[in-house]
Every structure is written in C-alpha cells, then in structure tokens.
Nanobody, 120 residues
Framework: QVQLVESGGGLVQAGGSLRLSCAASGRTFSSSGMGWFRQAPGKEREFVASVGWSGGSTSYADAVKGRFTISRDNGKNTMYLQVNSLKPEDSAVYYC?????????????WGQGTQVTVSS
C-alpha cells in the first residue's frame, strides 16, 4: 500500500519557520516528481512547490518564492519543505503529492495533510 505521510506542521508566530516532511512508503519515488500543495478554509487547493525526481529541478508559486525551499532525500524516500518568514496567509493544510514516474504529468498520490497555522 502506497502512503505519503506529512509531518512537521503546527502553530507558529508570523515570521517563524517550520520544516515539513513527507515520508513515502509502499514504493520508491526516486524516479518521480513530488510536490507540495496547500488548502486554506474556503479556498481551493493550490500549488506551492515541486521538485524533480533527482532534486535538481524545483518550481515555486510566486507567493512563496524566496521564503520556502523544497528538497528531497531519495535515500530516505522523503521530501521536505522548509518554510521561513511565515505569514498569516500561509495558514493552511499542506499536502504532499507524487507523480507515478518521471514522465507523468499528473499527481497520482496524495498525503492526508498537515496543518500549518500562523498567528499574527
């Protein structure tokens, strides 16, 4: 059974930092792109960041550029999102996702999410 499990969320003051983790099990994702998404109450799920299968290619939403850093450790089958300089508008449930393989354009696997709440 393939699982993506997020962790590292929590309550933090504005300007603070967190490190989110996404641990995969059931198969290796070392040849698959992975990404982070978030969904705030009453809003649609939105793209945050993605990383290519080797970790060498990254992409970020404009709202998080310069503050968030995505990375992965294929040896641990784990992806990370370092979130710095947090703002109240970053509050959301953060989800990790993975593609089936390096050529896929769809997000085939999703985690259950981890809550990030930023107080002002």
């Amino acid at each position: 059974q393939v699982q993506l499990v997020e962790s590292g969320g929590g309550l933090v003051q504005a300007g603070g930092s967190l490190r989110l983790s996404c641990a995969a099990s059931g198969r290796t994702f070392s040849s698959s792109g992975m990404g982070w998404f978030r969904q705030a109450p009453g809003k649609e799920r939105e793209f945050v960041a993605s990383v290519g299968w080797s970790g060498g290619s990254t992409s970020y939403a404009d709202a998080v550029k310069g503050r968030f850093t995505i990375s992965r450790d294929n040896g641990k089958n784990t992806m990370y999102l370092q979130v710095n300089s947090l703002k109240p508008e970053d509050s959301a449930v953060y989800y990790c996702a993975a593609r089936s393989n390096r050529w896929s354009q769809t997000w085939a696997y999703w985690g259950q999410g981890t809550q990030v709440t930023v107080s002002s």
